[in-house]
Every structure is written in structure tokens, then in C-alpha cells.
């Protein structure tokens, strides 16, 4: 029998655009010991959650509770919810999620129509208006802050569009909820899809999400009782004639989850009981530290970190005018292999930045200011560390100039 | 702006069906830090738990790897991933779970039949193939370990003759891994679902599932590269005629998920990081104590447990000859609310124990006997308390019995 060492995780400098460093009392919070799902104190803890997350996504809707999964879970459970087979949906891309989103959308039956921006910047509200208007769909998908070019999309403009017209609008803001406004009402936005392990700061397994009550509506049009909780009442429900199509998921049927998250507490799966305790700590910390002063926050360092890297002679990759605050995008300098240098940060200095993908693979490093991990200590280590490794491969980069030009930012602050 | 209490749950004795208590040292595994999903360090994390998982299914199937979600994920990942529309699919159904089996089933777009067995029972192997032979089913689903019923169904038999025939052969073992043998390769079973918060004692959270080259040839023949991460060369794949049906789920597609945890690590979602420290430091301890040693200890525990409860003259639901050992379902005797006595149970003796679903919901009380929570001081606290709340509510049981019953077949062994 082989035998397996005990967990030893190094420790690191996470500055990706996500999983990022998680708070010291979010990882406590994840050793403390298991609940059942419906005991009590276990179901308190669900609820302060959801009246937490309201907060978070600038909403007074009903529903607002995570997806247990990965963030592309609450996608999923959004777009397979929501979406009926045959559906018209319209998909703005900008960036690889963009393209995710399709990709989900057109397994849920939709029948997808997606307009492209060029990567690296975003469309104006009267591109997306235009063709809303040509396409007619009966929903938009659009994403928030693309973490794959760095850029992040007005809505509030196309959000109205949509409302007039009776159009839903679902927003993947995976990437900005907690470290950028994401102003959910005020938007128009109908249903929303948050991340947590980017500027929430918690490890990845839930996925936070709202919508209001005319998703809702939508959804609950659809809704059946799980099979083997159903009573008669429930299943002559079922024969009704001329009802939309059933939901394809029931792991991902946010008619069941509404009724798991509700106070009939209809049983579905086991809560993720550690997972939740990570989330309800996480979002106090938001929600303590307030979300003016965290997005705040967020700029600071953003602006500490672009300074340094400006002042390095490093240049940054995209359209400045739409740049997402929470991540940064290099161009590798020619003749610089920047996976090497990617290697030589992680392996000598501990500290972690991401490469990107698809046409950008090779490209462009991604520097993350996310959460936990957007704190002065981290963006001036990775300055130091990231001159000293250009140095080591040969860039002519000016030396000496980064970190005094991050440290001017905070002076001035 | 609402402050929210600092989290502090309490310490409970927790004898359900799961969740179950865990190890102080999974615990301490969830607070350890982040690492990014691509640091060698962790993707040597998902080897070794790879690793691990087929220890822990008995098998040699290339396959073994934990869904991302609770452990209704496994099951629909599997589900959606090897049912095509219109598949002819048969479900013996013997309780709850058989039901959710079917629920999924259907929602996948197969043809269900199913052959239902009373409450407390299973089906002999005949009787299931016989109906294999007169349904000709393109896969059979079965659930291992009832939880609802506190069943378990042999299933030796029932393989080979799926084996045989050319029929799939998928198995729900969400409450049996861990506590009793699940043997994979031996039984002929193509698909596994295990679960997390049950015998293996982790938090909910993850879903391991194992399954063998006949499985991931139907698999592999819907696969798509994602949308995004497609190469021209990969595009040109979607091409080809008389395909079968793509996978309806992108999160739960296993074609795309095998790429994740094979050596393309082509990027899927963002594993969880805290849930997979938790899972391979928990397969860690159980391949420790020994697959053997711990379906053993198992079967100890129950053995004191029911001696308790008898001697109390506490009666068990249920055929004897099929009892699941992890899980024992008392009869509520007559006249006593049994929500009652398990409100006492939890506030006064921080003790949970569970009620059950449907036509059993007010009639039996389960209690599990799983992982970590498996042990004689749970047990032995249990019987006390539970004679002690049952003398409060008026019911006639024997007094001063119960824990000398148990204690003797401690001392016997």
C-alpha cells in the first residue's frame, strides 16, 4: 500500500485573476466543525447569506443564494433555468467568456445568435442596442469583466434597452462582483451570476447568483416537484397541458433550489456545509470592510501596480478606456518567453501571475488585484520580483523605477 | 448596515445518514492556503487523489475523479454524460434515491422504465434480469446503499448480466463507498457515484465517481472541445455526420472534464481547492486505516447499536437480510411524535439523528453509522441519551438495558 504524504500546500503570492488568496479568518472559518443541513443553526447561517448577498449584488430581489459549484455552475443553473429549447438568445463576445456563455446556452436548446467584438476591447451600448433590436431575442447574455482580455463592459445602457423591450438580461459579473460596482437593480439586470474565488477572496466552490421575480416567473412556469418528494397534488400539476418544457437539470433546477433555499426547506442535495460557512465569512468581510471602500480599495492598488509597471517600460495590452480595474494585462516584451518568466516568479519568488488564451496564448500576462490578494505587501513583492526576473531573461527594461513608482501612489494616497 | 455574528458553530454528535462529523485532520486541511489551480503543487493534489479513488472503488478503470458539486452532481454528470436522448434506460427502484435516479434520468432525455420494490426491501438478482431481458435497456441504474430505507441491494449478479448483454451498468454508491465494499471491477459495474459526507466522512462538496473504457467510449464519441479553447482542427471534428448527440451540460460533461484531469489540463472550471485538500486528506485517512479495517469497523458499531436499541426493546424496520450496515431505521413506537424526540435529541443532548422521506416520514427514525462519527463514543452517548428522551416523552422501553447491551458486545469483540 502506497502511502501518501500529509497535505503541505506552500505558501504563496496569488496575483491571477483568480483562485486568489484567501483571508486567514475565511480558511478558519472552513475548519470549523460540520452541521447538519437542517439543523437550525445550519439554516440561520443559510439565510444570513442570502440576505448578504442581496447586498452584494445591489438588489432587493428575492432570490439570492449560491449554486454549489464552480462558478460556471451558477452559469449553468442560470441559463438551463432560464432558457427554454428554441429560445432566441443574443450573445455579445468580447473575450472567452463570451464564448462560454454560447457554449452553455446553445446545449440548454437555445438557439444562439452572438455578435464579436475584436479582443481587447468592448462594445458601445448602441452596438448591443442595434442589434437587439435586429435580433429580437428573448434573452442577452452578456459578460461583465472579461478576465481573459482584461476588460469590463458598461450595462447599465443596454440593461435599460432590454427592460423596455421585454427582453431578459442575465450578466456573468464572475469576475467583478466584490471588486467593482455591479449595480444590479439599477442595471436592470434580471439575473446575475457572481464568483466567488476572484475578489471575494473565497476558495472556489459556489456560485453566488440573484435573479428577480420576472426570471422567476419564467422559471416557476417550469417547475416540477423532485420525483420520490412529489405528492398527488404535485404530480396532476405535471398534467397540465401546453406547459413550457421541463428544466434539463436537476441539479441545476433553480425552481427545486428556490424551494431548498425558501423556509419550506424542500429537501434537494446536502448543502456544502463547509463551503457555506467559507461563503457567509466571506461576504461579512465584504460587507464590513463596505463595498465603496473595497472597490476603492481596488483602484488603489490597481493604480500601484499599473504605475510600477508603466515606470518599468512594461506596456499594457488593450483599449485603456475599458480597462477591468481588478486585472491587468502586459504585453510580453519581444523575445521574452513568458512562460520562463512565469516559472522563474513561481518557482524562486512564490508568487503566481497567469498567460492568457485562445489568439493571446503567449501574448499577454495577466496580473490579478483581487480580494485578499489586493494588498500593498503583494503588489510590491511582485514589482521587485518581476524586475529582477526581466532582468535575469534579458529584457531592457528600466531598472530601479517600478516600485518607486508604486511607492509614490501610496505616499499620494 | 447589519453586522453579522462571527460564525460559531456547535459542537454536535451528529448520527444521521450524512452529513456526518469530520476528522479534526480533514478539518485542518480546509484552512490551509489557497494554491492556483495549475501550480504543480496542487495538480500533484488531483493526482494523488486520482490515485487514491481508485483504491477506494476497487478498480483499475483509468477514470476516477471527484465532480465538482454535492453528490447529486456524480450522478447527473454520469447521467448526462452517457445517456443519449432517447436511450432506453431501466431503474429497480426500491426507495427514494431509485426515484431520483429516474428524475434524472428522464431529464436527460431517456426513455425510463422502472420496476418498483416495497419499502424495506430489494430486489433479488432474478427478478431484476428478468425484466433486463423483457425491457432490453441500453444502461440499468441502481442505487447501492438506500438511505431512505436503510437498504442494501446485491449487485454481484446483476452486473454480470449487464455484462453479458452489452448494457451498461451504472451504480449509485453515494451512501455504501467508504463504510461497506464497493467492488467496481469485480461486479462488473461501469459507472460509480460515490459520496463525500457520508462514509468517507468529508464535507459535502465533491462527488468521486469511477468509470470504466466502455463508459468513456460512449463519452468520448459526444465529445466537443470547448467553445473558446477550439483549435481550427478541433472545429472541423464538429463537422462529421451522424454524430451522437453532444453532451447537454458543459459542466458535467465528462469528455471535457477528463481533459481537466488528465495531463492536457485543458482548463474547465476552477477546481475547488479547499474541497480537493479535503477529499485527498480524507481518502488519505481511510486507505490508512485500510479498506478492510474500516467496512469492519463499520459493521462493529452497528452491531452495539442495534444490541442497544433492541435491548431497549426498540424494534428495526425493515427486511434484517438486506439491512444497510451503515444505516439502522428504528420503528417510532406507537404514540410517541417522533419529531419531538429528535428535537430533544438536538437540544438537549447536541445529538442528531434524522426522520425520512415520503410514506416513512413520521413512521422511522435513521440513524447512520458513517466514518468518522462511527465510533463507540457516539454510540454509546446516543443510547443513553435516546433512552433518556424516550422515558421523557412516556414511552414503555426497558430501562438500564440498553447501554449494557451495547457495552457487552464491545467488551465481546
Chains 1, 2 share one sequence.
Not at 452553455?104 to 476591447?121: D, Q, Y
Not at 471575494?200 to 420576472?214: C, Q, R
Not at 404530480?235 to 421541463?246: A, E, L
Not at 514589482?383 to 529582477?388: R, T, V, Y
Amino acid at each position: 500500500m502506497k502511502r501518501y504524504a500529509e497535505l503541505a500546500p506552500s505558501q504563496r503570492t496569488i496575483m491571477t485573476p483568480g483562485p486568489v488568496e484567501v483571508d486567514p479568518r475565511v480558511l478558519r472559518a472552513l475548519s470549523y466543525p460540520i452541521l447538519g443541513q437542517f439543523d437550525p443553526e445550519f439554516t440561520s447561517y443559510m439565510n444570513d447569506t442570502m440576505e448578504m448577498l442581496r447586498a452584494l449584488f445591489q438588489t432587493s430581489n428575492q432570490w439570492a443564494f449560491p449554486i454549489d459549484g464552480t462558478s460556471r455552475s451558477g452559469i449553468e443553473a442560470v441559463l438551463t433555468s432560464l432558457i427554454e429549447p428554441g429560445d432566441k438568445v443574443l450573445i455579445p463576445i468580447y473575450g472567452r467568456f463570451g464564448n462560454l456563455l454560447y457554449e452553455i446556452a446553445e446545449r440548454c436548446g437555445a438557439e444562439v445568435t452572438s455578435i464579436e467584438k475584436e479582443w481587447g476591447t468592448v462594445f458601445t451600448p448602441e452596438e448591443v442596442i442595434s442589434a437587439i433590436h435586429r435580433e429580437k431575442p428573448a434573452l442577452v447574455l452578456m459578460v461583465h469583466g472579461e478576465t481573459s482580455t482584461g476588460r469590463i463592459q458598461p450595462l447599465a445602457e443596454i440593461g435599460k434597452a432590454c427592460r423596455e423591450l421585454g427582453i431578459l438580461f442575465v450578466v456573468d459579473a464572475v469576475a467583478t462582483i466584490g471588486g467593482v460596482p455591479v449595480r444590479t437593480d439599477e442595471w436592470c439586470i434580471d439575473a446575475v451570476i457572481g464568483g466567488t474565488q476572484k475578489c471575494l477572496s473565497v476558495p472556489s466552490g459556489m456560485a453566488p447568483i440573484t435573479y428577480n421575480d420576472i426570471a422567476a416567473k419564467k422559471i416557476n412556469a417550469r417547475k416540477t416537484i423532485e420525483r420520490g418528494l412529489r405528492t398527488l397534488l404535485d404530480s396532476n400539476t405535471d398534467d397540465i397541458i401546453n406547459r413550457p418544457p421541463v428544466i434539463r437539470s436537476n441539479y441545476f433546477d433553480l425552481s427545486q433550489l428556490q424551494d431548498y433555499w425558501s423556509s419550506a426547506r424542500l429537501n434537494h442535495h446536502t448543502e456544502m456545509t463547509s463551503m457555506l460557512y467559507a461563503l457567509r465569512e466571506g461576504l461579512r468581510l465584504v460587507l464590513d470592510e463596505g463595498l465603496d471602500e473595497r472597490f476603492t480599495r481596488h483602484r488603489l492598488h490597481e493604480s500601484a501596480l499599473v504605475a510600477g509597471l508603466e515606470a518599468m517600460g512594461l506596456t499594457l495590452y488593450g483599449d485603456p478606456s475599458c480597462k477591468l480595474p481588478v486585472v491587468t494585462c502586459i504585453n510580453i516584451p519581444d523575445g521574452i518567453d513568458g512562460e520562463s518568466v512565469r516559472n522563474m516568479l513561481l518557482n524562486s519568488f512564490g508568487i503566481e501571475i497567469a498567460s492568457s488564451f485562445g489568439s493571446l496564448k503567449g501574448k499577454i500576462w495577466r496580473i490579478g488585484t483581487m480580494g485578499y490578494s489586493c494588498r500593498q505587501t503583494n503588489v510590491l513583492q511582485l514589482l521587485g520580483a518581476l524586475e529582477a526576473v526581466l532582468i535575469r531573461h534579458g529584457a531592457s527594461i528600466h531598472t530601479g523605477t517600478g516600485l518607486q513608482a508604486a511607492l509614490d501612489v501610496y505616499e499620494q494616497k
